[in-house]
């Protein structure tokens, strides 16, 4: 397989499109509404599972133990992930209507940060006076996606035992496919649920097509530009038309994704300096909040306000990564080898 590849770009343009999605939202700012006619953070989850499941899948098969494998999917969601749980926490104190000693007392952010260290955030999404005036009281809503993405990383050595026992992966990731399509119908059109229909395994769909295309990418390389244009079609048919194809729309998404991922060589070296998608995506969300808390948004331009949102994520998202995403991964470590990539 070809190791030159544009993921952390699709990671990046996938990341802020979610990040502009939110601020359009969050702001509740009519002067920013506009980047709704650009931007939608559902696809930016999507095409994070889609990634996710193609290069979770090529790190399980290039590790040499499940226990590896799973010390390193730790090490590269949990140093973060509890850092802003924590960051926001003891920060977001100096904006809460409560005075410290109340705001520390309170049984309320004490539930916040046990419900969120076990990543059920929607269990106590809010602070003690904290955005109660915003759209939504949550610090970080963004943060719902860690559970599902851990556990995708929990189900991917049982989906790999089930292909080494049937020795038909297209069988073991379609019936999961299928289940996955069945489920979203389920809670999305008959309960009326969409927020439950985006758990897992509601967008299991895209994690087992990533899977599926890492297995198959030899074959998928070979014919990139028959699946690239179908999937272009379905893709178009699905937006444009809304012809919800709902049972193949998840393939084609996916397979745009990857063919893309192997094909713009322009965007290869795009990382060089720095993996910094996810801390744009786990710092962007409580950003928004404090500005629209603090009524930046209608006391100052609202579209400088949104660069600043911008400027100041990012300078959170190049902490995260040289402070402590970097210094968990083993591929920056002298002792990495390889195989273990």
């Known amino acids: 397989m070809n190791n030159k590849n544009c993921f952390d770009f699709l990671r990046f343009f996938f990341a802020i499109n979610i990040l502009l ?5 969050l702001s509740q700012n009519k002067s920013l ?9 559902s696809y930016g989850v999507k095409g994070f599972f889609v990634i996710s499941g193609f290069l979770v899948a090529k790190s399980y098969v290039n590790t040499v133990s499940l226990k590896k494998y799973f010390i390193k999917r ?10 802003v749980i924590l960051l926001a926490t003891v920060f977001l104190a100096f904006f809460s209507v409560f005075i410290p000693s109340n705001y520390f007392s309170d049984i309320g952010l004490y539930k916040y940060l046990g419900w969120n260290f076990i990543f059920l955030n929607f269990m106590h999404p809010c602070l003690p006076g904290l955005f109660d005036s915003n759209l939504m009281c949550d ?19 049982l989906i790999f035992y089930a292909i080494k026992k049937i020795k038909k992966a297209f069988v073991v990731l379609g019936c999961l496919y299928l289940f996955s399509i069945l489920y979203w119908f389920v809670m999305d059109c008959y309960f009326n649920n969409p927020l439950l229909a985006k758990q897992l395994p509601g967008y299991l769909s895209y994690f087992v097509i990533g899977i599926l295309l890492f297995l198959k990418f030899d074959y998928v390389m070979l014919y ?36 893309s991922a192997y094909n713009f060589p322009f ?23 404090v500005f ?13 306000m949104g660069c ?32 273990l990539a």
Do not use: M
């Not at 999605?21 to 939202?25: D, G, K, M, P, R």
């Not at 993996?275 to 909040?289: A, C, E, K, S, V």
């Open 224 to 259: 990139k530009k028959k699946f690239f244009a179908w999937s272009i079609l379905f893709v178009i048919l699905a937006y444009f038309i809304r012809f919800k194809i709902e049972l193949f729309y998840p393939a084609a998404f996916g397979t745009i994704v990857i063919i």
């Open 139 to 157: 610090v970080n809503g963004a943060l719902w996606t860690i559970k599902v993405e851990e556990g995708f990383y929990l189900i991917l050595p």
């Open 74 to 83: 730790a090490k590269r969601i949990l140093p973060a992930y509890i850092v």
């Open 21 to 25: 999605c939110h601020l359009a939202e």
């Open 267 to 289: 965007f290869n070296n795009f990382g060089k300096y720095g993996d910094f998608t996810y801390g744009i995506y786990i710092y962007h969300f409580p950003i928004i909040q």
């Open 33 to 41: 509404f506009f980047l709704y006619n650009w931007t939608n953070a």
């Open 292 to 304: 629209r808390h603090s009524n930046l948004f209608e006391k100052y331009n609202p579209i400088l």
């Open 308 to 339: 600043c949102v911008i400027l100041i994520t990012f300078l959170c998202a190049i902490f995260s990564w040289f402070a402590i995403e970097k210094r968990f991964l083993d591929r920056y470590k002298k002792d990495y080898k390889p195989v």
